[in-house]
């Protein structure tokens, strides 16, 4: 891909947002000026390839893959790095000599995030810098600005439904993978305690709705979940014989009220960092106004698209661990009569939030998912 890249100042003067516009290669014959695919990132650190695998290949870079997809069809693809990251663990420089993953995770905090910047983080200037991204491109002069779609990932459609809702995002179409669709303190409560409360009763061999000691000591090394978060066996061990789903659900609601009382009562200009996992440093991710919201918004997701004038397409991996499907489609047809244009949706079966074939979180992006990802952008397009 030939690219025009940029750096822009956000709004507040903190820093400098600097991404890329990716050009199809030969340009197509008579297009004139180009649709775009703007890709929005959700959570994570973000830079503007999207490291969101772990297959050890280029395609972990899924932005980058995407707009490879994206401008092989003839449509030009605006990413960028979220503000405070420069580089992924796959483009960060050569961390020559490190023994340990805990020295790598050093080594990549060095390079590619900026704390400070990080610890200011909120979700007010989330959605401005994306606001500056799109009215970047929309004075390009070799884009099209009547022919804009979005492609937003997890936490990144909430932020693009809220841009659409309040007149600041304007798009031909909305292509939604892995959406938030319920309300983010509905989101986090999955989080913390839905998720957990049906992985861990799963280990339920015999039927009878009680998981034993011996089943957790089973269950856990070989779940993939909890291997992922970190999640130490001692955290699941039952009570006394046994869980239920009641009682585990009454203990993890206990857990979850006390983090929410906690960060409620935090100032919002301070940093916040995930609880570091397993040793491994837990670099600043937000500040704790990003964070509070995911414990006190109680307003679906959903309700800020319904007077959306163009096509919406939602993705859902049927195995995602993070947007559960039956969730988020069952309030999606629910409330499917309030919207100005009927939605579709995708269920892609064994895929997960990133649309990987076997796996509930992590990418690359499955190559037939991603095809038609871009379809639906072409459709939308047409």
């Known amino acids: 891909m ?91 420089p050569v961390c020559a000599g490190s023994a340990t993953a805990e020295e790598g995770m050093q080594h990549f905090i060095d390079h590619c995030i900026d704390e400070p910047i990080r610890g200011g983080v909120t979700p007010e200037n989330l959605l401005s810098d994306i606001e500056q991204v799109a009215g970047h491109a929309a004075h390009h002069p070799q884009i099209d600005p009547d022919r804009v779609v979005v492609w937003a990932h997890s936490e ?65 090394p070989a779940d ?38 906690a960060t409620l009562a935090a100032d919002d200009a301070a940093p916040f960092a995930f609880p570091a996992v397993a040793g491994m440093p837990s670099p600043v991710y937000a500040s704790f106004r990003w964070r ?14 319904t007077d959306f004038p163009g096509r919406i397409g939602f993705h859902f991996g049927a195995i995602d661990c993070q947007n559960p499907v039956a969730r988020q489609v069952h309030l999606l047809a629910e409330k499917m009569p309030a919207f100005r244009r009927a939605p579709t949706w995708v269920v892609h079966p064994d895929r997960g939030h990133t649309l990987r074939a076997h796996h509930p979180l992590l990418g690359p992006l499955d190559r037939e998912a991603r095809d038609r990802l871009v379809q639906d952008v072409l459709a939308m397009l047409a």
């Open 2 to 92: 030939s690219a025009d890249r940029f750096s822009i100042p956000t709004l507040d003067g903190r820093t400098v947002l600097r991404g890329q516009v990716d050009w199809p290669d030969p340009w197509p014959r008579g297009a004139g000026r180009l649709p775009l695919l703007l890709i929005v990132p959700g959570g994570g650190f973000m830079d503007r390839d999207g490291q969101l695998g772990d297959s050890g290949s280029e395609r972990d870079l899924v932005f980058r893959d995407l707009a490879a997809a994206a401008t092989a069809a003839g449509i030009a693809a605006l990413r960028w790095d979220s503000r405070g990251i420069s580089c992924s663990g796959l483009t960060m």
């Open 156 to 220: 990144g459609t909430m932020n693009a439904a809220r841009l659409v809702q309040a007149g600041r995002l304007v798009a031909r179409g909305l292509v939604l993978v892995a959406p938030v669709i319920e309300s983010p303190r509905a989101s986090q409560w999955w989080l913390d305690v839905g998720r957990v409360v049906a992985a861990v009763m799963a280990w339920d061999a015999d039927g009878d709705g009680r998981v034993s000691d011996a089943d957790v000591r089973a269950g856990h």
């Open 224 to 261: 993939v979940l909890f291997q992922m978060l970190g999640t130490p066996l001692e955290e699941l061990l039952p009570d006394g014989d046994h869980w239920t789903a009641e009682t585990l659900r009454a203990r993890l609601d206990r857990r979850h009220a006390d983090l929410a009382s």
């Open 292 to 305: 509070k919201q995911w414990f006190r918004d109680d307003l679906p997701v959903i309700d800020l698209l």
